[in-house]
């Protein structure tokens, strides 16, 4: 039964996504899967870099020349934040499936801690490799 203290809400109800404030552990859980669907879809094309790395001294050469383009580079940091988010964010998904750090404030913590390890991470390794 309603009261008019507590009045049926409208249906249907129309979401507008652009005002929806996503939480951090939200944040987390989308680019976990942005990063794996990114890191499938390049898997062929570092395979076959890696492949070409390791084979004859020119084709190892034509990898290096491709390396230089900055826009490979661009590409590349993208793939190496992609890994270390995935990764990152991989660890904190095994640890909630185990029962860790299911509390709200502990899930706050655990995204925060995603960021503020995958990201330095990120610009350490992009800087080691990249220039
Ligand atoms: C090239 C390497 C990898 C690729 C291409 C990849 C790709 C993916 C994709 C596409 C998903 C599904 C995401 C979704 O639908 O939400 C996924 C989920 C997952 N990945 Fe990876 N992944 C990789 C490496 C890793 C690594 C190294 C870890 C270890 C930390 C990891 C941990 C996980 C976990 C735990 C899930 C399930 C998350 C959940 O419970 O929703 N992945 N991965």
Not at 73 to 102: N, P
């Amino acid at each position: 039964m309603t009261s008019t203290a507590n009045p049926p809400k409208p249906r249907p109800k129309h979401l507008d996504l652009m005002k929806i404030r996503l939480p951090l552990p939200g944040w987390v859980s989308i680019l976990h899967r942005v990063s794996g669907a990114g890191l499938f879809l390049f898997l062929p094309v570092l395979l076959k870099l890696l492949d070409m790395s390791l084979g004859q001294a020119n084709s190892y050469e034509t990898v290096v020349q491709a390396m230089s383009h900055w826009w490979v580079k661009v590409i590349m940091a993208g793939l190496i934040w992609a890994y270390l988010h995935h990764f990152c964010a991989g660890i904190r998904f095994l640890l909630l499936d185990m029962h860790k750090g299911i509390t709200l404030p502990a899930a706050r913590a655990g995204a925060a801690a995603v960021f503020w390890v995958s990201l330095p991470l990120t610009a350490l390794v992009v800087w080691r490799l990249l220039f």
